[in-house]
């Protein structure tokens, strides 16, 4: 792991921590940032020295957490720790601390361990978190996109960029997809809830985090009954007119506003502003391939262009009822002062000529009415509440402190509300931030078709595009990001809107002709593993035919072995057939011999001749001879024996 994913790892633990402290305190001060001074007081003793400056223990929770802690809030902390001893422990621990410069510390010893179980747990929640994120990118083919700790982190500078006034975003976060990231948050949120509540934990130890090391006064008071004046596009979500993803994130913000005290208001300006472009999605109407996101959203609601006519007709009735906010019209003397600001001027180099007029006309009411200086976010009684990060960062660039804006994002007021009440509004901020996050990214990254039609419809003031240039235009555009397409429109010169629309034409062209070169050589490829599967036929076909030859050559010198087999086994039959009739011959003529001897050699040829005449007598005689001789049984068992050869 480097260093860079090292840090992004030990602050995505850190968030986890500060979030899972809040659990059970409503003092961010005494409840999460003294523990965290602590644990890291105790670490510095145990592994560095039992004295060292402010710095050294700034650099030990930089150690520890990843969070830059400034100097004056450590010493505000130490302080505390101090103070919060009993007698006992004072007299065991003897923290002594020197406010000289440098300033210093120095203990006899001193051991906090009360939550360390709640920290391990934080690492494995964000251990877990971002290896299942991992996964989740590598198996939707992003495995170069940024970590998820990078993408919190993004949030944190941005609402850091909020609270201090400094701009702590980097430009080359344009070149950065976090679309990954938001495709990973709607997933969890919808199928793994353990892992959005972790998410929700990280939101909002980010908003801490930037509490911590932003030196914000956790001790200054809100200024009560706070006025908000709502943007057109916001009013237009919560209406459900833009894209779906953004309509309950507005919805919730406004729910929130109210929640915390706020009112809500819309300007004279702002309404007309969203009839303007109501007007627009009416006029550009079409019902099977919608330019203009109203249209779009009209469409997937269902409504027809009546029903968007007769909207607009009661649109100020309608924001008040479904929405509860309030006109409120800017005095016709105020309007023309401020339309001879400088800024208006400014901001149309950056936005269209009407919608730089309305947003200056906006802030520029804000700071009228705050008619002071405000010293802290906790002050800003009035706000002018929109979605536009650019406007945002063009007002931060142009107030007259140079640190509190009049213009705020929905994500920057939720993370400024929660320190009214940390604990009542403790699920609602969790909840609401994380939606918007999600809408903001979700925006940022995926560009609508109203976006890339009105950037397109530049290009062609701009400059003359043939009908195959406006094809690959409109390929190339397509595929852009929102952000991007965005600071192409903020382009003004002709040459400038040229060049980068050739660039995109260009981009396409390659695109295409590289797409051709790779469909050529898979085609060429194709041909070629076609010919290899030819090829490996014939040789399997012959490598077949062989086989078969084989297996009938085979069969053939099987049946000659059969044959031979069969022709072995007649002759073994023969052979003993053959033996069996020599034996019954040779029996027969054993029998004859034997007769013939006892007849003419034997002491009973006398007796035989005598009684040859006589056929009984015969056998009387060799029934005799036998029984004399005992061989009765014998010759029997001859007589049986050559019956059963004579069967066989």
């Not at 001790?219 to 919560?238: N, P």
């Not at 269902?302 to 007709?313: A, D, H, P, T, V």
């Not at 701009?462 to 903020?490: C, G, M, P, W």
């Amino acid at each position: 792991m480097n260093n860079n994913n090292k840090t992004n790892s030990t602050r995505l633990s850190a968030f986890c921590f500060l979030a899972s402290l809040t659990e059970t305190g409503r003092d961010l001060y005494n409840d999460v940032y003294v523990p965290i001074c602590k644990r890291a007081l105790s670490y510095y003793c145990a592994h560095k020295s039992k004295s060292g400056l402010y710095t050294d223990l700034q650099k030990a929770i930089i150690e520890l957490y990843g969070i830059i802690v400034p100097e004056s809030i450590i010493s505000l902390l130490l302080k505390r720790i101090q103070k919060s001893f009993s007698a006992k422990e004072k007299e065991k621990y003897s923290l002594i601390l020197s406010e000289r410069t440098p300033k210093s510390f120095q203990f006899n010893d001193f051991v906090f361990t009360d939550h360390e179980d709640k920290y391990r747990r934080s690492q494995r929640d964000a251990n877990l978190i971002e290896a299942e994120f991992c996964q989740f990118a590598s198996k939707n083919d992003q495995v170069l996109c940024p970590t998820f700790a990078s993408f919190i982190e993004k949030y944190q500078k941005r609402l850091s960029s909020f609270f201090t006034g400094n701009d702590l975003i980097n430009g080359s976060d344009l070149d950065v997809s976090y679309l990954c990231h938001a495709n990973f948050l709607k997933e969890i949120e919808q199928n793994r809830n353990d892992l959005y509540k972790i998410a929700e934990q990280l939101y909002l130890g980010a908003i801490i985090t930037s509490y911590f090391e932003n030196e914000i006064d956790l001790d200054v008071k809100f200024e009560s009954g706070e006025t908000y004046y709502i943007d057109t596009q916001i009013i237009l979500q919560a209406l459900d007119l833009q894209a779906e993803y953004e309509t309950n994130p507005a919805k919730e913000l406004l729910s929130i506003l109210t929640n915390t005290g706020g009112k809500l208001r819309i300007l004279g300006i702002t309404l007309n502003e969203l009839g303007h472009q109501i007007e627009k999605a009416i006029y550009k109407w079409d019902s099977k391939n919608p330019r203009t996101i109203i249209n779009d959203a009209c469409l997937r609601n269902k409504k027809g262009k009546e029903w968007l006519i007769l909207l607009n007709s009661d649109i100020q009735n309608r924001i008040e009822k479904e929405l509860g906010v309030i006109l409120e019209l800017i005095p016709a003397a105020l309007k023309e002062k401020f339309k001879n600001s400088t800024d208006i001027k400014e901001l149309q180099k950056q936005r269209f000529k009407y919608s730089a007029e309305h947003d200056v006309l906006a802030y520029l009411y804000v700071r009228h009415l705050r008619d002071k200086y405000i010293s802290s976010v906790q002050k800003g009684k009035h706000w002018f509440v929109t979605n536009n990060g650019n406007l945002f960062k063009y007002n931060k660039e142009h107030t007259t402190t140079k640190k509190i804006t009049e213009v705020a994002l929905p994500d920057y007021l939720i993370g400024l509300l929660w320190l009214k009440d940390p604990s009542k509004y403790l699920d609602k901020v969790k909840k609401a931030g994380l939606s918007l996050i999600l809408s903001t990214t979700f925006k940022e990254e995926i560009p609508s078709q109203e976006l890339i039609y009105t950037y397109e419809e530049k290009v062609k003031s701009n400059q003359e595009i043939t009908d195959e240039q406006y094809v690959f235009l409109h390929t190339s555009i397509a595929k852009e990001s929102a952000k991007r397409i965005e600071k192409y429109l903020l382009e003004e010169e002709p040459e400038k809107v040229e060049q980068t629309a050739l660039k995109l034409i260009k981009k396409a062209t390659e695109q295409q002709e590289l797409q051709k070169k790779q469909v050529s050589a898979m085609d060429a490829r194709m041909k070629e593993l076609e010919k290899l599967i030819a090829s490996k036929d014939k040789e399997i076909g012959d490598a077949k035919q062989k086989i078969d030859d084989k297996l009938i050559e085979g069969n053939k010198k099987i049946q000659d072995k059969d044959s031979e087999i069969d022709k072995y086994k007649s002759d073994i039959i023969k052979e003993k057939r053959k033996r069996k009739f020599m034996l019954y011959l040779f029996s027969i003529s054993l029998s004859f011999l034997f007769i013939g001897w006892i007849v003419f050699y034997s002491s009973f040829s006398n007796e035989f001749k005598t009684l040859w005449t006589s056929s009984v007598g015969i056998v009387i005689i060799i029934i005799d001879i036998i029984a004399k001789k005992s061989g009765l049984w014998s010759f029997i068992s001859l007589l049986i024996n050559l019956f059963k050869h004579k069967r066989k």
